[in-house]
Nanobody, 115 residues
Framework: VQLVESGGGLAQTGGSLRLSCAAS????????MGWYRQAPGKQRELVAS???????NYANSVMGRFTISRDNAKNTVYLQMNSLKPEDTAVYYC??????????WGQGTQVTVSS
C-alpha cells in the first residue's frame, strides 16, 4: 500500500487547510485510515481516524475544528482543518491500517500555523 499526501503548507491563526491522502496498491484489507501529527520535540499523536464504514474519532485538541472524511471510491482520506492554532504546527502523517500487517504510513506533510 502506498500513501501520497498533499495539502500541507502555511496558514495564519484562524485559517484553514485541507490535507488529502490517496492510497494505492493492495487496499482491500485496509479498514481504518487517518492522521497522526508530530511536533518538534513531541511524540507522534493521533489527530483523527475514520473506519471504512465512516465512524470517526478525534483527539480532544482538534474536536470541533477538524473534520475527517473518506471517499472509498477514490481510496482517499481528507482532513479539513479550520480555526487553526499555532499549536497545530507539526508534520502530519497519513496512515492506513491493514487488518493483518498493521499501519502503512505516508511521507508526511508539514503544516505551519503562524501567530
Amino acid at each position: 500500500v502506498q500513501l501520497v499526501e498533499s495539502g500541507g503548507g502555511l496558514a495564519q491563526t484562524g485559517g484553514s487547510l485541507r490535507l488529502s491522502c490517496a492510497a494505492s496498491g493492495t487496499i482491500f484489507s485496509i479498514n481504518d485510515m487517518g492522521w497522526y501529527r508530530q511536533a518538534p520535540g513531541k511524540q507522534r499523536e493521533l489527530v483523527a481516524s475514520i473506519t471504512n464504514s465512516g465512524i470517526t474519532n478525534y483527539a480532544n485538541s482538534v474536536m470541533g475544528r477538524f473534520t475527517i472524511s473518506r471517499d472509498n471510491a477514490k481510496n482517499t482520506v481528507y482532513l479539513q482543518m479550520n480555526s487553526l492554532k499555532p499549536e497545530d504546527t507539526a508534520v502530519y502523517y497519513c496512515y492506513a491500517k491493514h487488518v493483518v500487517i498493521g499501519n502503512y504510513w505516508g511521507q508526511g506533510t508539514q503544516v505551519t500555523v503562524s501567530s
